[in-house]
T-cell receptor, first 113, second 116 residues
Framework: KAGVTQTPRYLIKTRGQQVTLSCSPI?????VSWYQQTPGQGLQFLFEYFSETQRNKGNFPGRFSGRQFSNSRSEMNVSTLELGDSALYLC????????????FGSGTQLSVL | AQSVTQPDIHITVSEGASLELRCNYSYGATPYLFWYVQSPGQGLQLLLK??????LVQGIKGFEAEFKRSQSSFNLRKPSVHWSDAAEYFCAVGGSLTGGGNKLTFGTGTQLKVEL
């Protein structure tokens, strides 16, 4: 069974640009969550999608957005990039929203120059 | 608001020695507690979880953790550490009973170094 796939693995952007990250969950999983990991702030919850609906949202500005498609694949978008957006963005998939078990992808390392 | 504290940023142990990583949490209801491990350049892997019932939970790779409600702690233990256990360990709290879904609050992590 394939794991959680995140693309691209690495990304370099400049300030002011926008970026889209992709996450393909494990087959059969309907929940996708996104986390930001930085050395200073650690792991922070961005948002969660289940059956194409945002179920939960963390404390991030509106520049951070996401969506989920009917096949459960998810994308997150960051507009008007800032230097502080440089981080490892992790996607996690789960069967449902009962917090039973999250499976994490290897992440997308975003560098903003 | 829920929070997790991992007081040890770095821990070094000798291979074969026992290990205990500390975790304290703050949560307004019955917490769901987790330990995850992250190797360099990788995502997080679930070691074990506590939802209810027996306060001593067993996980993968020989790890166990004990939930102590009176101390708001969920410490991770391993009786004999292997060199391959060197990684960063994260304690997390969440709770779907409060509608939190799969939102987890993580501690800042403990970096484990194993000396051969």
């Amino acid at each position: 069974k394939a794991g959680v796939t995140q693309t691209p693995r690495y990304l370099i952007k400049t300030r002011g640009q926008q970026v889209t990250l992709s996450c393909s969950p494990i087959s059969g999983h309907r929940s996708v969550s996104w986390y930001q990991q930085t050395p200073g702030q650690g792991l922070q919850f961005l948002f969660e999608y289940f059956s194409e609906t945002q179920r939960n949202k963390g404390n991030f500005p509106g520049r951070f957005s996401g969506r989920q498609f009917s096949n459960s694949r998810s994308e997150m978008n960051v507009s008007t990039l800032e230097l502080g957006d440089s981080a490892l963005y992790l996607c996690a998939s789960s069967l449902d929203t009962t917090n039973e078990k999250l499976f994490f992808g290897s992440g997308t390392q975003l560098s903003v120059l | 608001a829920q929070s997790v504290t991992q007081p040890d940023i770095h821990i070094t142990v000798s291979e074969g020695a026992s290990l205990e990583l500390r975790c304290n949490y703050s949560y307004g209801a019955t917490p769901y507690l987790f330990w995850y491990v992250q190797s360099p350049g990788q995502g997080l892997q679930l070691l074990l979880k506590y939802f209810s019932g027996d306060t001593l939970v067993q996980g993968i790779k020989g790890f166990e953790a004990e939930f102590k409600r009176s101390q708001s702690s969920f410490n991770l233990r391993k009786p004999s550490v292997h060199w391959s256990d060197a990684a960063e360990y994260f304690c997390a709290v969440g709770g779907s009973l409060t509608g939190g879904g799969n939102k987890l609050t993580f501690g800042t992590g403990t970096q484990l170094k194993v000396e051969l």
